[in-house]
Each structure stands twice: as structure tokens, then as C-alpha cells.
């Protein structure tokens, strides 16, 4: 399991678009707007890492409760993983909790599921598969 992005919830995307470039050097190579997650993202390259910028595009959406409570910042860590269903049992046996839904399709096309940060470690873990 590698680290594939971090995400970090942002109130004006352009805005914080033109900070990562502007003050890093950094590119947005990628945008997608997920309406059922309730987002609009930037992904921008670094490394063998991307950063991943979010959005919330309504006040109902987990990032724009996150924002509500907490502010802007690190929202979550997603690693890559070869068989996402593996990755969920082996997660679960550990004691971890699952957000619903479980596996479904986030950006890029890849499937998505996250584990609620109060079963790991006060982080939110997001799993991918490519």
C-alpha cells in the first residue's frame, strides 16, 4: 500500500489553485466536480504524491461539514491499493469502521471507500484502486 494523494478541504478552490501554484511551482492538471460527494477538486502533482484540492459545492456534503467544525486544512490520506475489498476486510479485522458507501466511484474514475477517523488512529483513510 502506497500513498496516493492528500486531500485538503479549501473554501475557494481558485483561490487556493492560485496559492499552490503561485507560492510552489505546483500545476492543477486535473478538475472534477462529484455531485454526489457533494464536491468540486483540483488535483495538482508532487512527486510520487498528489495533492488533491476540495471544494464543497453545497452546505450538505461531508467537506462542507468539515469546514463547518474545523476549517480549512489536511481532510484526509489516501493510499492506493491493489484490491480494494482486501484492503476493507483486512481493515475492518483491524477494527476499523467503514464510512458508507463502501466501495464506489470517485474521481479519476477509481474506486473509493474511506474509513471513519475515530476507528483509525483520528484520521480519515481513504482507500483507492486504480
Known amino acids: 500500500m502506497i500513498c496516493d494523494h492528500l ?19 505546483l500545476q492543477v492538471t486535473e478538475r472534477y466536480t462529484l455531485p454526489g460527494e457533494g464536491v468540486r477538486i483540483a488535483f495538482l502533482p508532487s512527486g510520487a504524491i498528489d495533492l488533491e484540492l476540495l471544494e464543497p459545492i453545497d452546505d450538505g456534503g461531508s467537506v462542507a461539514k468539515f469546514l463547518a467544525t474545523r476549517g480549512p486544512g489536511l481532510h484526509h490520506i489516501a493510499f492506493r491499493v491493489p484490491d480494494i475489498e482486501a484492503a476493507l476486510v483486512r481493515a475492518t479485522a483491524a477494527g476499523c469502521t467503514i464510512v458508507a458507501p463502501g466501495p464506489h466511484p470517485g474521481a479519476r474514475g477509481h474506486l473509493i471507500a474511506f474509513l471513519h477517523p475515530a476507528t483509525s488512529g483520528g484520521v480519515l483513510i481513504e482507500f483507492v484502486q486504480r
Do not use: W
Open 7 to 25: 486531500g485538503i478541504a479549501v473554501r475557494d478552490l481558485a483561490e487556493a489553485a492560485r496559492l499552490y501554484t503561485s507560492a510552489f511551482g
